[in-house]
């Protein structure tokens, strides 16, 4: 045991809990500064559309060094074709999450930008978790998750210019 996870053990913290919550932020981190360096290059190459491609063609790149490094196999085809089709729109809807980002970072301005972004994305996830879509298990609306959504969308008010 490490002397980190020795003193996180004896103080009552969960390690890998803090760990996932840090990895979590990590990746609203890159969320919120890809939206800025997306912009900077929409600037720079004056095309929203350009900028997008190039920040997936970074992204697909990134993905096949981390194939080869983890060692991935293509699934079979079997796997592929039993997909359901809503499985395989992940990658439009990201596109259009880029596109519309680097359309609306000038107008709104970063802060507000990814303010309103987590406020759709909590929205759509208190929705998708309630119902159950895309083979989720249901998780009931309650009452504090619709606080919660109610307070994030404050915050979004509070945060805008």
Not at 82 to 108: E, H, K, Q, T
Request: proline share 4%; aromatic share 8%; hydrophobic share 60%.
């Amino acid at each position: 045991m490490t002397l980190v996870a020795a003193c996180a053990t004896i103080l009552g913290f969960n390690v890998q809990a803090i760990c996932l919550c840090v990895l979590g932020l990590g990746a609203g981190i890159s969320v919120a500064t890809q939206q800025v360096l997306n912009g900077s290059l929409r600037t720079w190459l004056g095309s929203p559309a350009w900028a997008g491609f190039f920040s997936y063609l970074g992204g697909l790149l990134t993905m096949i060094v981390v194939l080869f490094a983890l060692g991935e196999r293509l699934p079979s085809w079997r796997a592929m074709a039993n997909a359901p089709w809503w499985a395989w729109s992940g990658g439009v809807l990201v596109g259009v999450f880029i596109l519309l980002a680097i359309l609306l970072l000038p107008s709104l301005g970063a802060a507000t930008l990814i303010a309103l972004v987590v406020a759709g994305q909590m929205l759509a996830t208190i929705t998708i978790d309630h119902f159950g879509l895309f083979g989720l298990t249901p998780h009931p609306t309650s009452l504090s998750r619709l606080l919660g959504a109610g307070l994030l969308i404050a915050g979004v008010i509070l945060v805008r210019d």
